[in-house]
């Protein structure tokens, strides 16, 4: 399976699958409840070993939601990938869910690691933050997604938690998105990494979006205290969750890059499996687990890390800029919003 111009039409289910699934040891275990098969059986047909007849593929198909059509009609050259689409016509539930496996999928794996190139930083980090997570899904919903329901809404933390709950969201029911502190990870930012959220904020605050001008600070203020998060992470070069500093978790290594203008990508390894997750446009992610591009992908982040100066741990001085910089941009709003 290493030469992609050898893949079969069952190679690209099986990736497929892996995009929806995340590894192969949970693939094989769904394919001995579904197939009712052995565990032995199942490995065999995700190494394309033994070859599933047109009933199990069907069934397969049909299980996961999967066009038979699309498989059999792929030519990997090289040149063609296949991605899952998350899109913004999607409710806000099915949104929280997808960031939801992302995570979900990681238990049980041996070993676990995320490289991002962050345009934005995570917004996992936001579960340690409600009001700013109430806050991001009252800015998709009304500014990017357009809803109806969200056409003559102010932002109050109480009002998104009652649009929450018309949408069946309980934001209890992803508290497991804390877990994401064990998982080692190599972060790539700019000076502008929190300047997209900070506009989203001044943004909202000009137009009147937001029910009383408490409400603006408190976002502010929350942004601050996510920040200085950051800043500890990076300080010790392991990761946390909020408050629990006495506790440290997963790796965390921090790169400052000022010269190569980011994306927002996530590659995902899995016990050597690999995945990327792309934001395309606020809301809208692409993911695949094709190994020509998860390949390719890896390399350029190893570009960026090259490129980049390393600022957890060691660097403290350029560490301090950059974590100045963006105390800054948060206090100039905060006098912004104050002289209102």
């Known amino acids: ?30 394919f001995s409840k579904l197939l009712q098969i052995t565990s032995d059986g199942a490995y065999r047909r995700i190494r394309s070993e033994t070859v599933m007849n047109f009933e199990e593929v069907t069934q397969i198909a049909r299980h996961y939601n999967v066009s038979i059509d699309q498989i059999v009609g792929l030519h990997n050259d090289g040149k063609h990938v296949t991605f899952d689409y998350l899109g913004s016509d999607d409710n806000l539930k099915d949104y929280l869910n997808f960031h939801a496996k992302v995570f979900s999928q990681c238990r049980g794996a041996r070993t676990v690691h995320f490289y991002c190139s962050c345009r934005d930083f995570s917004l996992t980090y936001l579960i340690y933050f409600p009001e700013l997570w109430l806050f991001k899904g009252f800015f998709f919903t009304k500014l990017i997604w357009n809803m109806e329901m969200m056409k003559d ?13 018309k949408e069946g969201v309980d934001l209890k029911n992803f508290n497991h998105l804390k877990d994401s502190a064990r998982y080692n990870t190599k972060d ?6 929190f300047k997209g959220h900070i506009n989203q904020i001044q943004y909202c605050w000009e137009l009147g979006y937001f029910e009383n001008k408490e409400i603006a600070l408190r976002l502010c203020d929350q942004t601050m205290q996510l920040a200085k998060h950051f800043e500890k992470q990076a ?20 790169y400052l890059n000022d010269a190569i203008p980011l994306e927002y990508f996530v590659l995902r390894e899995l016990d050597n499996e690999k995945m990327i997750y792309h934001n395309s446009n606020l809301g809208e992610y ?3 687990s094709d190994k020509n591009y998860c390949d390719r992908m890896q390399d350029y982040i190893h570009i960026l890390i090259r490129k980049s100066s390393q600022i957890s741990i060691a660097n403290e001085r350029m560490r301090n800029r950059l974590f100045n910089h963006i ?12 002289k209102d």
């Open 235 to 254: 300080s010790v070069g392991r990761k946390f969750r909020y408050n629990e500093y006495d506790h440290p978790l997963g790796n965390y290594e921090l």
């Open 1 to 30: 399976m290493s030469n992609t111009k050898d893949l079969t039409s069952q190679d690209l289910l099986i990736t497929r699958l892996l995009n929806i699934v995340g590894t192969r040891k949970k693939l094989a275990m769904e």
């Open 153 to 165: 809404q102010q932002f109050s933390p109480e009002k998104m938690m009652e649009v929450l709950g």
């Open 188 to 193: 790539i930012w700019n000076y502008d990494t």
């Open 327 to 338: 105390y800054k941009q948060i206090e100039e709003l905060i006098t912004l919003i104050e």
């Open 286 to 288: 692409l993911a695949t």
